[in-house]
């Protein structure tokens, strides 16, 4: 399995910016898609986005399209989301994890997950 480290969350105004990473060990990075899911208070965990093994394919669920960016970068095993223009309602525990699809993927396509990295975007 790979162990997955988030950082980078915190609190910020409406508008502002943050960017999220998230470190891996263990196996070899590149074996993996790549995703982003985020948990609000009371509700369930939903996916945010998701990219491909090389990096060349992503996928965005349609509340942060435009705005959000996933990336990873294989040389330094670490995994990227650009938050953009944030909203109240983006604010979450954000996760990270390692799994086997990027095109609209499902908590069940990830096998490794991050601890999380609280995000609060304030109006």
């Known amino acids: 399995q790979v162990q997955l480290v988030e950082s980078g969350g915190g609190l910020v105004q409406a508008g502002g910016s943050l960017r999220l990473s998230c470190t891996a060990s263990g196996r070899t990075f590149t074996s993996y898609c790549m995703g982003w899911f985020r948990q609000a208070p009371g509700k369930e965990r939903e996916f945010v986005a998701a990219i491909s093994w090389g990096g060349g394919n992503t996928y965005y669920t349609d509340s942060v399209k435009g705005r959000f960016t996933i990336s990873r970068d294989n040389n330094k095993n670490t995994l990227y989301l650009q938050m953009n223009s944030l909203k109240p309602e983006d604010t979450a525990v954000y996760y990270c994890?390692?799994?086997?699809?990027?095109?609209?993927?499902?908590?069940?396509?990830?096998?490794?997950w991050g601890r999380g990295t609280q995000v609060t975007v304030s109006s």
């Open positions: 994890a390692a799994g086997s699809k990027w095109h609209a993927p499902k908590e069940a396509d990830f096998g490794s």
